[in-house]
């Protein structure tokens, strides 16, 4: 559950993001699609406050391509890539909060997501 309670409203189907106007993104691998979405989305949370983005990705630990690295870098890679194609995007256009939400096949999470599921 995450932190807070469940809100009146969450929405599961992805929110496209506002349209770049210009902005400059940090990193060239932000994602300036004009049909970039948000993941999921929580709304109604408090109407002061920013609204809260964030995007999931699942891996496999044990996929060869993470052979050489500890499970603790690759959830940091995963999380930096997540951060690079939203993180500003979400920022500066939306003006909201961002959160990449890392999980493995195996149940286990990165830093961002425990911090934001745990009671």
Do not use: C
Not at 26 to 36: I, K, L, V
Not at 75 to 98: P, S
Not at 102 to 111: D, R
């Amino acid at each position: 559950m995450l932190r807070g309670g469940v809100p009146r409203r969450l929405q599961t189907e992805p929110k496209p993001l506002l349209p770049l106007d210009g902005e400059l993104l940090r990193y060239r691998t932000a994602n300036t699609a004009p049909e970039a979405r948000g993941t999921s989305v929580l709304g109604d949370l408090d109407q002061r406050a920013a609204e809260p983005f964030w995007t999931s990705r699942i891996f496999d630990p044990m996929a060869a391509s993470h052979r050489e690295l500890s499970l603790e870098a690759v959830h940091h890679r995963n999380e930096l890539e997540k951060i690079r194609a939203y993180g500003d995007r979400i920022l500066q256009v939306d003006h909201g909060t961002f959160t990449p939400l890392v999980f493995t096949t195996s149940g286990g999470m990165a830093p961002k997501a425990r911090s934001s599921t745990q009671d």
